[in-house]
C-alpha cells in the first residue's frame, strides 16, 4: 500500500528514522558505558519493543503494572515499573506478573514498601526495589542524600523485598533556558546520584543500580561516573519538545500524523481532519505557541485544535486544496500514543507494516 491510500487521520511512523534513532541510543549507551533500560511509555507497542532490545537493551522501562502485563505476555523476561505500586488489586498484580518474569518497582517511602513485603514474603523470591530519587523534577522521590540512606536502612530489614538500587527521572532538564543550563541541570542530577548511592553502600547496604533518565539528558547525566543505567524514552520518535531542548533536529523526527484537509473557509485558514482527539491537547500558553509543526512548511502555523478539526494558518497565496495531504509533528508524542489504535509503518511512500498500540490505555 502507499502512504497516499491511507484513510486520515493516521499516525505514520517513518521506519528509516526510527531504526536509526533507536541505533544511535544503544550504541551511545555502549560507549557511556551504561546499561539502557529504554522506557516504553512513548510507543507502547511491542514490535519497537523488540527492536530495542534486539539492539542491546537490558530490559524495559515501563510506567504502570498494566503496561508490564502487556510486555511481559508478548516475552520481555526483565521489566522495571519506575513507578509506586500502590493498592490491594496493584500489589496482587505484581505478584503474579513476578512470577513470569524479572520485575522490579519503584519506592519512596516505608508505605509502600511494607504491603509489598507481606505480599512477597510468601513468594518463591523477593521483589527488587529502587529507590526514587528527586534530582528537581518536584514530583515522587526522596531528597539525595540522608532521606534516601534512612529509607534503605528500613528497607533491608523487610523480608520479601531486595533492594536493588536508586533511580531518578531528571525531567525538570526541560526546563533549561539554554543548552548549558540543560547540561548543567543533567550532571548535577547525576552526581547527586552517585553521591546518594556511595552514601547508602558507605552504611554496608546494597545499592547495586544507578539509574538515571530523560531522552533530553540521554547522553549527558550517564557520563558521569558511577551511574550505572540509563531510561531513555521519547528518543525512538522525538518530537516538538526536543527541538527545544537541544536533543533533536526535524530530521530525527520519526513520528507524525497524517491529515487531509477538508475546507478552507478563508484565504489565510486551512482546516484538517486532525484535533486533539489525535494530537492530543498537549499546546501552550504553558509552552508551545501551536498544536504541532506543519512538515515541509515551516511558515503554516497548527494555531488551533478542536476534537476533530486542525485549525492551520497559513499565507493568504498558500498553494493549498480540499483533499491535500499534509503531516504534522505532534508537540508531544507520548500523549499521541495512548490516543492511537494503531500506526502506520513507512519507508519513503510505501506502508510497509501497521503495529498495533498494544498498551493503549494501560493506566493502571
Not at 185 to 192: I, K, P, T, V
Not at 276 to 292: I, N, Y
Request: proline residues 5%; glycine residues 8%; charged residues 25%.
Amino acid at each position: 500500500m502507499k502512504k497516499a491510500d491511507i484513510e486520515t487521520p493516521a499516525v505514520l511512523i517513518d521506519a528509516d528514522r526510527l531504526e536509526r534513532n533507536i541505533r544511535l541510543m544503544a550504541e551511545a549507551a555502549q560507549r557511556m558505558g551504561v546499561a539502557l533500560r529504554p522506557h516504553f511509555k512513548t510507543h507502547k507497542t511491542i514490535e519497537i519493543a523488540r527492536m530495542q532490545l534486539a539492539a542491546g537493551a537490558v530490559g524495559i522501562t515501563c510506567a504502570k503494572t498494566t503496561e508490564a502485563e502487556v510486555l511481559i505476555e508478548a516475552g520481555v523476561t526483565d521489566v522495571f515499573i519506575a513507578n509506586e505500586v500502590v493498592g490491594p488489586a496493584k500489589v496482587a498484580r505484581l505478584r503474579e506478573l513476578a512470577r513470569r518474569a524479572t520485575t522490579s518497582v519503584g519506592i519512596d517511602d516505608l508505605a509502600q514498601a511494607e504491603p509489598l513485603a507481606e505480599a512477597f514474603a510468601r513468594e518463591g523470591r523477593p521483589l527488587a526495589v529502587l529507590i526514587e530519587v528527586d534530582t528537581g523534577l518536584g514530583r515522587c522521590g526522596l531528597p539525595p542524600g540522608q532521606p534516601v540512606l534512612a529509607l534503605a536502612e528500613q528497607v533491608v530489614r523487610l523480608r520479601g523485598l531486595q533492594l536493588r538500587g536508586i533511580f531518578t527521572h531528571e525531567g525538570h532538564v526541560h526546563r533549561a533556558r539554554t543548552k548549558a543550563e540543560l547540561e548543567a541541570m543533567a550532571l548535577a542530577a547525576g552526581r547527586a546520584m552517585v553521591e546518594t548511592a556511595q552514601l547508602v553502600r558507605g552504611h554496608r547496604l546494597p545499592c547495586d543500580v544507578v539509574s538515571v533518565g530523560t531522552t533530553p539528558a540521554a547522553l549527558i547525566t550517564p557520563t558521569v561516573p558511577a551511574v550505572t543505567e540509563a531510561r531513555p524514552g521519547s528518543y525512538v520518535f522525538y518530537d516538538r519538545c526536543h527541538l527545544r531542548t537541544w536533543s533533536a533536529t526535524e530530521e530525527d523526527l520519526a513520528l507524525t500524523v497524517l491529515a487531509t484537509v477538508i475546507s478552507r473557509p478563508a484565504r489565510e485558514r486551512v482546516v484538517v481532519d486532525a484535533g486533539t482527539k489525535v494530537l492530543s491537547a498537549d499546546h501552550a500558553g504553558t509552552r508551545f505557541d501551536t498544536f504541532g509543526l506543519i512538515r515541509s512548511h515551516p511558515d503554516w502555523r497548527l494555531a488551533q485544535a478542536n476534537e476533530e478539526h486542525g485549525i492551520l494558518a497559513v499565507p493568504a497565496g498558500a498553494e493549498v486544496a480540499i483533499g491535500d495531504r499534509v503531516e504534522l509533528f505532534p508537540n508531544h508524542n507520548c500523549a499521541v500514543m495512548n490516543l492511537a489504535d494503531e500506526v502506520q509503518v513507512v519507508r519513503g511512500e510505501e506502508v510497509v507494516a501497521r503495529w498495533r498500540v498494544a498498551a493503549r490505555g494501560a493506566s493502571r
